[in-house]
């Protein structure tokens, strides 16, 4: 089981036989290769997305997996796929954060690109069912409409200048920085730290693989694969709580 907290997020609500093998709290694209999950990709996440409907009344979750998804790999029976979502008590977010709360899970598993489950729980209690083809770009909703889904191959949606973050590491590298024990440098001098902004910023002009030349956004021309759900916030909200922590986990077979 892969089990990843990444980037995960405290969503404020306006008015209202598996083993444990890795844990990060980080996106994950382009992983050194022992870090990265080349035995099964499909588990592998990338990055969990959560932002609100414009009408404050849906939330859309996104989990992406699959790192520079080549068009060979896809869904199967092999992952469960798991949202967390944590509605989190308090009068103000100063107060929700940190405070004990309910947790609802979103769980997804597959047969194929084109056949899936995803089901929402509180505890021991079903809140939502739906089970069906989710590669339609609409998606598909469920009986009860508390939830909708897609999951497919999509362009990855995170951007990351890789060029000039070498750039950069080169930069910092060769500064005669020192480094604590979380490997960050401990002595960055406001003029470098300047220059630092400006590479990463900077659009790299020889390629840097698998990113080519002149291009800022290294994953613009990489995909992954995608579950794409929206879900209304009274299944998953409880009460007048409006604080909806938000993380999500992938477990598969080793």
Same mark, same amino acid.
């Given at each position: 089981?892969?089990?990843?907290?990444?980037?995960?997020?405290?969503?404020?609500?306006g008015a209202g036989a598996l083993v444990v093998t890795h844990k990060s709290h980080a996106a994950?694209?382009?992983?050194?290769?022992?870090?990265?999950?080349?035995?099964?990709?499909?588990?592998?996440?990338?990055?969990?997305?959560?932002?609100?409907?414009?009408?404050?009344?849906?939330?859309?979750?996104?989990?992406?997996?699959?790192?520079?998804?080549?068009?060979?790999?896809?869904?199967? +029976?092999?992952?469960?796929?798991?949202?967390?979502?944590?509605?989190?008590?308090?009068? $103000?977010? *100063? #107060? &929700?954060?940190?405070? =004990?709360?309910?947790?609802?899970?979103?769980?997804?598993?597959f047969t194929s690109d084109t056949a899936g489950q995803c089901w929402i729980t509180r505890g021991?209690?079903?809140?939502?069912?739906?089970?069906?083809?989710?590669?339609?770009?609409?998606?598909?909703?469920?009986?009860?409409?508390?939830?909708?889904?897609?999951?497919?191959?999509?362009?990855?949606?995170?951007?990351?200048?890789?060029?000039?973050?070498?750039?950069?590491?080169?930069?910092?590298?060769?500064?005669?920085?020192?480094?604590?024990?979380?490997?960050?440098?401990?002595?960055?001098? +406001?003029?470098?730290?300047?220059?630092?902004?400006?590479?990463?910023?900077?659009?790299? $002009?020889? *390629? #840097? &693989?698998?990113?080519? =030349?002149?291009?800022?956004?290294?994953?613009?021309?990489?995909?992954?694969?995608?579950?794409?759900?929206?879900?209304?916030?009274?299944?998953?909200?409880?009460?007048?709580?409006?604080?909806?922590s938000v993380w999500g986990s992938t477990h598969a077979p080793l």
């Amino acid at each position: 089981m892969k089990n990843v907290a990444l980037l995960g997020t405290a969503l404020a609500i306006g008015a209202g036989a598996l083993v444990v093998t890795h844990k990060s709290h980080a996106a994950d694209h382009l992983d050194a290769p022992t870090v990265k999950m080349t035995a099964n990709a499909m588990a592998d996440i990338n990055d969990v997305y959560t932002w609100m409907s414009p009408d404050n009344t849906r939330i859309n979750l996104a989990m992406t997996v699959s790192p520079g998804d080549d068009g060979t790999r896809h869904f199967g +029976p092999s992952v469960q796929y798991v949202f967390h979502l944590t509605s989190r008590p308090g009068a $103000t977010n *100063a #107060d &929700a954060i940190g405070a =004990a709360g309910t947790e609802s899970k979103i769980i997804c598993t597959f047969t194929s690109d084109t056949a899936g489950q995803c089901w929402i729980t509180r505890g021991s209690t079903l809140v939502d069912y739906i089970k069906g083809d989710f590669s339609g770009t609409a998606g598909q909703n469920s009986v009860n409409s508390h939830l909708k889904v897609f999951a497919g191959r999509r362009s990855d949606p995170f951007f990351f200048n890789l060029g000039g973050f070498h750039k950069a590491q080169a930069s910092v590298e060769s500064s005669g920085a020192t480094f604590g024990a979380d490997g960050c440098p401990n002595n960055i001098l +406001p003029i470098t730290a300047a220059a630092l902004r400006s590479e990463l910023s900077a659009t790299i $002009t020889t *390629a #840097d &693989a698998p990113c080519p =030349a002149n291009v800022a956004d290294c994953f613009a021309g990489l995909n992954v694969m995608a579950i794409a759900i929206e879900v209304d916030k009274s299944a998953v909200l409880q009460g007048s709580d409006h604080l909806l922590s938000v993380w999500g986990s992938t477990h598969a077979p080793l």
